[in-house]
T-cell receptor, first 113, second 115 residues
Framework: DQQVKQNSPSLSVQEGRISILNCDYT??????FLWYKKYPAEGPTFLIS?????DKNEDGRFTVFLNKSAKHLSLHIVPSQPGDSAVYFC????????????FGTGTRLQVTL | DAGITQSPRHKVTETGTPVTLRCHQT?????MYWYRQDPGHGLRLIHY???????DKGEVSDGYSVSRSKTEDFLLTLESATSSQTSVYFC??????????????FGPGTRLTVT
């Protein structure tokens, strides 16, 4: 039972344009959501997070949107840069679970010149 | 970057042999986690620790055991390695509180191949 789903395995975007990565979840107990970025042969790196009490969080070029009624979150990267090419994982946490994270399967983003 | 190291970084072992992976942190974080990453599965939690000598199972714990005798070290043991345990293993740490967020910070990973 995949509680966090990233239905797009890959995405290609031109440099300078917007990248939109999507994530859906099924567990209504999740109250904290995170995005991680992963380069090959490295560990995942924390990118941005959002609490369920908010619907938007912004950090520089990265913005995460949360739609609780749809159980959907998205990561927007504007403008996209070649260095953003990586695998992006969304993750979710429920209260009282020792901050265990449930990860999606990842979306590989390629930013082309 | 959070001070997390994993050893070894690469290991090849034979089916049936025991293997221990080590995670070491210098951040004094309370929570530590072991994940495995496989194609098509993302990252899946194997075991986690919420304090010294306090551990619990994750999503894919069968065939694995863990120990945490010190705050800074979290060991993952494959008692008798199988080919299905060929994977990349990541350790993560977290301070984990409502005031500080629930972010986890990951080590560089260990690539384990069981032949």
């Amino acid at each position: 039972d995949q509680q966090v789903k990233q239905n797009s395995p890959s995405l290609s975007v031109q440099e300078g344009r917007i990248s939109i990565l999507n994530c859906d979840y099924t567990n209504s107990m999740f109250d904290y959501f995170l995005w991680y970025k992963k380069y090959p042969a490295e560990g995942p790196t924390f990118l941005i997070s959002i609490s369920s009490i908010k619907d938007k969080n912004e950090d520089g070029r990265f913005t995460v949107f949360l739609n609780k009624s749809a159980k959907h979150l998205s990561l927007h990267i504007v403008p996209s840069q070649p260095g953003d090419s990586a695998v992006y994982f969304c993750a979710a946490s429920a209260p009282g679970t020792a901050s265990k994270l449930t990860f999606g399967t990842g979306t590989r983003l390629q930013v082309t010149l | 970057d959070a001070g997390i190291t994993q050893s070894p970084r690469h290991k090849v072992t034979e089916t049936g042999t025991p293997v221990t992976l080590r995670c070491h942190q210098t951040e004094n974080h309370r929570y530590m986690y072991w994940y495995r990453q496989d194609p098509g599965h993302g990252l899946r939690l194997i075991h986690y620790s919420y304090g010294v000598k306090d551990t619990d199972k994750g999503e894919v714990s069968d065939g694995y055991s863990v120990s945490r005798s010190k705050t800074e070290d979290f060991l993952l043991t494959l008692e008798s390695a199988t080919s299905s345990q060929t994977s990349v293993y990541f350790c993560a740490i977290s301070e984990s509180s409502a005031g500080k967020g629930y972010e986890q910070y990951f080590g560089p990973g260990t690539r384990l191949t069981v032949t």
